[in-house]
T-cell receptor, first 112, second 118 residues
Framework: EDKVVQSPLSLVVHEGDTVTLNCSYE??????LLWYKQEKKAPTFLFML????IEKKSGRLSSILDKKELSSILNITATQTGDSAIYLC????????????FGKGTKLSVIP | DTGVSQNPRHKITKRGQNVTFRCDPI?????LYWYRQTLGQGPEFLTY??????LEKSRLLSDRFSAERPKGSFSTLEIQRTEQGDSAMYLC????WGQGPSANEKLFFGSGTQLSVL
């Protein structure tokens, strides 16, 4: 059975701090690793990673995949209160449905 | 592009009643997925459609659950004889499968329908 584990499950930081969120995966026929941000309801897409060692960046957020270690990290620098959300990591299987197996998420709270 | 739309946003029902949710995907997306999310958990896959064909169902989808996508556009998810354990957020997602090398697994989610079974 496919499994994705995220750590920590929750994190409280002050504005301006840098945070690192972790994700490890065991996904059959692994194809890619995705990160989503869930604020109120709809998870919104952040990154999709398919190749090891190539960092993807978007503003203050960046992510990298390590296929040897079956893991990924999401970094957020200079955090803002608007970064407060649940960050979901998902592994995509390349077989059939391309369904995503999600972790439980990391709840990030950024306090002023 | 108005994104994935789900209705209703909230549904409160009594145990034993039937409920139906609707999902309107992004118009050019040919794949549609249903996921369920409970508090403190990530979304769990329920089923998906390629156009109007339902191609896979999770073992989480008991026979009280049925999903349709009759014309390959909007989809409905019906739960019959609801139980308290059905209380969850039901998320719909769509993707432009086959429309590019990175398109298949990049899912766009709706805001979900929050179901509460009393």
């Amino acid at each position: 059975e496919d499994k994705v584990v995220q750590s920590p499950l929750s994190l409280v930081v002050h504005e301006g701090d840098t945070v690192t969120l972790n994700c490890s995966y065991e996904v059959t026929n692994f194809r890619s690793l995705l990160w989503y941000k869930q604020e109120k309801k709809a998870p919104t897409f952040l990154f999709m990673l398919t190749s090891s060692g190539i960092e993807k960046k978007s503003g203050r957020l960046s992510s990298i995949l390590d296929k040897k270690e079956l893991s990924s990290i999401l970094n957020i620098t200079a955090t803002q209160t608007g970064d407060s959300a649940i960050y979901l990591c998902a592994g995509a299987s390349g077989a059939g449905s391309y369904q995503l197996t999600f972790g439980k998420g990391t709840k990030l709270s950024v306090i002023p | 592009d108005t994104g994935v739309s789900q209705n209703p946003r909230h549904k409160i029902t009594k145990r034993g009643q039937n409920v139906t949710f609707r999902c309107d995907p992004i118009s050019e997306h040919n794949r549609l997925y249903w996921y369920r999310q409970t508090l403190g958990q990530g979304p769990e896959f329920l089923t998906y459609f390629q156009n109007e064909a339902q191609l896979e169902k999770s073992r989480l989808l008991s026979d009280r659950f049925s999903a349709e996508r009759p014309k390959g556009s909007f989809s409905t998810l019906e739960i019959q004889r609801t139980e308290q354990g059905d209380s969850a957020m039901y998320l719909c997602a769509s993707s432009p499968w086959g429309q590019g090398p990175s398109a298949n697994e990049k899912l766009f989610f709706g805001s979900g329908t929050q179901l509460s079974v009393l």
